[in-house]
């Protein structure tokens, strides 16, 4: 605990601009998630249906393993009987702050934080991320498995904790 509070008054400006960027994030990914765009899409629809039918079951995922954690995830608002059009979203939403993170982290190996920043900040600004990441479907998961394979390859190539790095990676790139 020590070491963290030595952290953060050595590094508050790195801690407070990364908090602000999150926010940010959020904020950018969670913006009027319901209304743009405005009613549900074909595939909407069809999740929006399943959900009130309890249909994600694991029997399900056993015949669609491809999208399993996205399917997972949507289990939790179907439990709880809240499949509205935003929590629907909120799913891929919260998929592509992950993604984002792990993009960050990929651009960061490479070139440093200041282009990590800019190329990251270009990336979730895409319209192609937006409507992705804000669209209610497990395509998400395929920006997030692309990118997990990337960081597999670093941890690959790296030779500090080779084995641990390793099983994670390939246990991800495997879940996805």
């Known amino acids: 605990m020590s070491e963290i509070k030595k952290w953060l008054r050595d590094y508050w400006s790195v801690a407070l601009i990364t908090l602000a960027a999150l926010i940010a994030l959020v904020s950018f990914l969670w913006f009027r998630l319901v209304s743009i765009p405005n009613g549900y899409s074909n595939g909407e629809w069809l999740i929006h249906n399943n959900l009130a039918a ?14 399993a954690p996205y399917y997972i995830a949507l289990m939790i608002p179907q439990y709880i009987n809240r499949y509205g059009l935003f929590s ?89």
């Open 54 to 67: 309890k249909k994600y079951t694991f029997l399900y995922l056993w015949h669609h393993v491809a999208f």
């Open 88 to 176: 629907i979203r909120s799913i891929g939403a919260l998929f592509g702050i992950i993604s984002t993170a792990i993009f960050f982290y990929i651009i960061w190996r490479w070139w440093g934080t200041l282009i990590a920043v800019l190329a990251t900040l270009m990336f979730t600004t895409s319209f192609w991320f937006v409507q992705t990441s804000r669209n209610a479907g497990p395509i998400i998961l395929y920006i997030l498995a692309g990118l997990i394979i990337i960081n597999l390859g670093f941890v690959v190539r790296d030779k500090k904790n080779h084995d641990t790095k390793t099983l994670l990676s390939a246990l991800l790139a495997l879940v996805l």
